[in-house]
């Protein structure tokens, strides 16, 4: 439970305070800076699945991956309009094979055209960013549980029905998941959303506890 505890603490303070803060130019210069400027370039143009711009974050997604020796496989999968759509998964082995999941999807809604630029920034380049940060600081370390950190593509899609990439990954996988973290939006607000369903009531007072010891800027708010 520990464990748990301090994965959802990691999430937490990113949200609520790392990408809170005003875009100065020491961070615009540090490796987030620099993951978040091209992510919301113009030569991403909005990451929408299919597109040349959906392409190029992919690609620049698996570079940064390879660059931190990371373990992942591709998903490729397509939409029933013959749409390509991949997945990433980021495995790393723990002492014990029940799994946990943390996932942000890195495509946009909106293509980017001569008129207007969309960067999709928030959302959401605020949660690849997060699993971009979290994955460069846990390669070295021993974990308790098994870890996929997940890159959804086909989310934000037009025809319905959304959320294709993490759907997909359900009907592949046959694992024992003990929690999913979804990190969506989490450019800004200090609010962190848990939707539980076996929760027990010292558990919860754990959870409450801990974050209020690590960041009493976060409020949490239970869902069931």
Known sequence: MKYILLLIIYFSCISCAKF????????????????????????????????EGGEKAFDFIVKELRSMGCDYQIQEFY???????????????????????????????????????????????????????????????????????????????VVPPAFKGSKYYLTMSSLDIKLYINCDTIGYGTDLYIKYSEYTENEEYDLINFLGEYDSNCHLILLN
Not at 28 to 51: D, F
């Open 20 to 51: 809170n803060s005003d875009f100065d130019i020491e961070f615009l210069e540090s490796q987030e800076g620099k993951w978040v400027n091209y992510l919301c370039s113009k030569e991403c143009s909005g990451r929408v699945s299919g597109t």
């Open 79 to 157: 939409h029933y309009d013959g749409t390509l759509l991949r997945n990433i998964i980021v495995s790393i082995k723990g002492s014990s094979d029940s799994l946990i999941v943390v996932g942000a999807h890195y495509d946009g809604q909106c293509e980017s055209n001569a008129r207007y630029h969309f960067p999709a920034a928030n959302d959401n380049v605020s949660g690849v960013v997060a699993l971009l940060h979290f994955l460069d600081n846990m390669q070295a370390k021993e974990l308790g549980n098994s870890l996929h950190v997940c890159f959804w593509d086909g989310e934000e899609a």
